[in-house]
């Protein structure tokens, strides 16, 4: 029973190290491509402008879509009220 909670200990230390080399690994790779911080904050600014222009014209898109459906629904009753009468004139005649 002892064994077992070392071993587990063990095995939760070792994915600790293993998960915070896996992080500095990040780390590293990232400063090395990154070394100058104005061309992060210029490439974070110019996706947030492009993320911003996306999503006004992706709402753009879906809100003429809805009211394009329902100006669909609203021409239906006129066509029908126009059909009732037209067919109350023919059988008064």
């Known amino acids: 029973m002892i ?3 070392v071993d587990n ?3 939760q230390i070792s994915k600790d190290q293993s998960i915070g ?3 500095d690994l990040i780390e590293q790779l ?3 491509h990154y070394k100058n911080r104005w061309h992060i904050y210029k490439m974070n600014f110019v996706r947030g402008i492009f993320f911003g222009f996306g999503s006004v014209i992706g709402a753009t898109i879906i809100v003429s879509i809805a ?3 329902l100006a669909q629904f609203v021409e239906l009753p006129d066509n029908l009220l126009q059909q009732v009468q037209n067919k109350q004139e023919q059988t008064i005649q």
């Open 3 to 5: 064994k077992s909670h």
């Open 9 to 11: 200990a063990k095995h």
């Open 67 to 69: 009211i394009w459906i």
């Open 21 to 23: 080399a896996q992080r």
């Open 30 to 32: 990232f400063n090395d």
